[in-house]
């Protein structure tokens, strides 16, 4: 069972422009879902895609529209780590086009070299 570790005080809301790498995740009853791994954008468009979440049990994806609020020690997500899409290769059909693409963001930016 994980356990309500999200503090109190997450700070002022910010931009996904400045949301740090390592920042913890949260879901909305507060459970740790673990940290941002990436932040998924398109910088020239200004679009936010979501985010690549580090969990205990792999990289997990977290669309725009499951983001509910990003802070300066924190950012809030819609679902527990163990409901959010798992990023891959070829993600279902049946999700929404941005869903999707987003999905194939993560998945490029997860096996690029490094």
């Not at 580090?54 to 780590?81: C, H, M, N, S, Y």
């Amino acid at each position: 069972m994980t356990q309500n570790t999200a503090p109190k005080d997450l700070g002022t809301p910010i931009s996904y422009l400045v949301l740090a790498n390592g920042t913890a995740v949260y879901d909305r009853s507060g459970a740790t879902v673990g940290t941002v791994d990436h932040v998924l954008a398109d910088d020239h468009a200004n679009l936010f895609h979501g985010l690549v979440i580090k969990t205990g049990d792999g990289p997990r994806f977290a669309g725009a529209d499951q983001v509910d609020g990003l802070f300066e020690r924190g950012a809030i997500v819609a679902e527990p780590a163990d409901r959010l899409a798992t990023p891959s290769e070829d993600p279902p059909a049946d999700q929404a086009e941005s869903r999707a693409t987003g999905l194939k963001r993560a998945w490029d930016w997860l096996v690029q070299p490094k």
